[in-house]
């Protein structure tokens, strides 16, 4: 599986910024897939999560950007999504997307938080 995330960059705070991962290969459908971030001097964190399989489509949150963020997926395109609304400085990381149980990721996108 290769994962391809897009859509980073710099946005002011309050702003809002919308990431992309595309996937290719496997069965995209039945994976979980999980948005992690990296910031400098930190270690990576598991950001959102969404179920995969039959019934899936359930989201889970980092308190920290909860009511702020939405994970959602398109099994048809092969796409996962963060929409981050209300950027705080806190937010600025490498954010990666990733088959979540398995050792897949993408290469990361840079969002930087700044005015």
């Known amino acids: 599986v290769q994962l391809v995330e897009s859509g980073g960059g710099l946005v002011q705070p309050g702003g809002s910024l919308t990431l992309s991962c595309a996937a290719s290969?496997?069965?995209?459908?039945?994976?979980?897939m999980g948005w992690y971030r990296q910031a400098p001097g930190k270690q990576r964190e598991l950001v959102a999560a969404i179920t995969g399989g039959f019934g899936g489509g359930r989201a889970t949150y980092i308190e920290s950007v909860k009511g702020r963020f939405n994970i959602s997926r398109d099994n048809a395109k092969r796409m996962v999504y963060l929409q981050m609304n209300s950027l705080e400085s806190e937010d600025t990381a490498v954010y990666y997307c990733?088959?979540?149980?398995?050792?897949?990721w993408g290469q990361g996108t840079q969002v930087t938080v700044s005015s």
């Open positions: 290969g496997g069965i995209f459908g039945l994976y979980a």
């Open positions: 990733r088959v979540e149980n398995n050792p897949w």
